[in-house]
């Protein structure tokens, strides 16, 4: 199995910074792909941003395109999510999620809430 824990959400101003830490542990090995999504309340889950494991290439939502920034410390087995730029529409339910061939592993997930 595989277990993955957020951490690093808060309130923050619009306009400002934070970064949010994703630890997975347990068959870290099974994993190809890490991501991040969010879901704002009555809102769909969306994705935001992934990052293979392996390569380090990555993706982004169009939403979060030049504020957000995926990266990786495999050393550690953790995923961090800079976001910067914020603004009232990024308040959400952050998750983080690592995936297999056949698998998603989801986080709880940390709540981020930017105030106008």
């Not at 099974?30 to 392996?54: C, L, N």
Request: aromatic share 12%; proline share 2%; net charge positive.
């Amino acid at each position: 199995q595989v277990q993955v824990v957020e951490s690093g959400g808060g309130l923050v101003q619009a306009g400002g910074s934070l970064r949010l830490s994703c630890v997975a542990s347990g068959r870290t090995y099974r994993i190809d792909t890490m991501h991040w999504f969010r879901q704002a309340p009555g809102k769909e889950r969306e994705f935001v941003a992934a990052i293979y494991w392996s390569g380090g290439s990555t993706s982004y939502g169009d939403s979060v395109k030049g504020r957000f920034t995926i990266s990786r410390d495999n050393a550690k087995n953790t995923v961090y999510l800079q976001m910067n730029s914020l603004k009232p529409e990024d308040t959400a339910v952050y998750y983080c999620a690592g995936s297999t061939t056949s698998y998603m592993y989801w986080g709880q997930g940390t709540q981020v809430t930017v105030s106008s």
